[in-house]
């Protein structure tokens, strides 16, 4: 059965503390890796799409990672703004067909 | 405005009456999904639609149904509303190979 698991649950950042939330996934066949952020009241935005380990996207102070059994997202030097909750998604390439399975997610907090 | 829409963005109801959530996309995106999100379970798959007239089970289906007769129109119906149903409920939608967009959601209450 596919599964993601993100960890921590939360994270609080003092402004400028650089971290990484970590998505652990088992799919029989990875077809896509998916970051998203979510601030209350809103849907998820999309953040990055990974497809095969190895491979890094970057925007702004967030970079993602992807290895054949997890991706980290970092965070160097974090804002406030950038409190939010993050989630991570995949799709399986042996279902033939493109659900997203997501993760819990990552309840991150940057204090001023 | 391209994107997606949800439509009531809040809705109480009553045990037991019928309710529907409209899910409307301007991207001709192949796929549409509904997932709901409740606290320490995240978001879950309900149903999903890989192109007009073909719908399939998600994780949680029961009590809802789903049809697709247009690309763009999505909607998700609660036959007969518990109050297990109350919820924050997404739609998305997807060109299929890549990243899923969603809407802002539908805050659900069930009394």
């Known amino acids: 059965e596919d599964q993601v698991t993100q960890s921590p649950e939360a994270l609080r950042l003092q402004e400028g503390e650089s971290s990484s939330l970590n998505c652990s996934y088992t799919?029989?066949?990875?077809?896509?890796l998916f970051w998203y952020r979510q601030d209350p009241g809103k849907g998820p935005e999309f953040l990055f799409t990974?497809?095969?380990a190895g491979e890094e996207k970057e925007k702004e102070r967030l970079k993602a990672t992807l290895t054949k059994k997890e991706s980290f997202l970092h965070i160097t030097a974090p804002k406030p703004e950038d409190s939010a909750t993050y989630l991570c998604?995949?799709?399986?390439?042996?279902?033939?067909?493109?659900?997203?399975?997501f993760g819990t997610g990552t309840r991150l907090k940057v204090l001023a | 405005d391209a994107g997606i829409t949800q439509s009531p963005r809040y809705k109480i109801t009553e045990t037991g009456r019928q309710v529907t959530l409209m899910c409307h996309q301007t991207?001709?995106?192949?796929?549409m999904f509904w997932y709901r999100q409740d606290l320490g379970h995240g978001l879950r798959l309900i149903y999903y639609?890989?192109?007009?007239?073909?719908?399939d089970k998600g994780e949680v289906p029961d009590g809802y149904v789903v049809s697709r007769s247009k690309t763009e129109n999505f909607p998700l119906t609660l036959e007969s509303a518990t109050r297990s149903q109350t919820s924050v409920y997404f739609c998305?939608?997807?060109?299929?190979?890549?990243?899923?967009?969603f809407g802002q959601g539908t805050r659900l209450t069930v009394v």
């Open positions: 998604a995949v799709t399986n390439l042996a279902s033939g067909t493109y659900k997203y399975i």
């Open positions: 639609s890989a192109a007009a007239d073909i719908t």
């Open positions: 991207w001709s995106h192949s796929y």
């Open positions: 998305a939608s997807g060109g299929g190979r890549s990243e899923a967009f």
């Open positions: 799919v029989s066949g990875l077809r896509g």
């Open positions: 990974l497809y095969s």
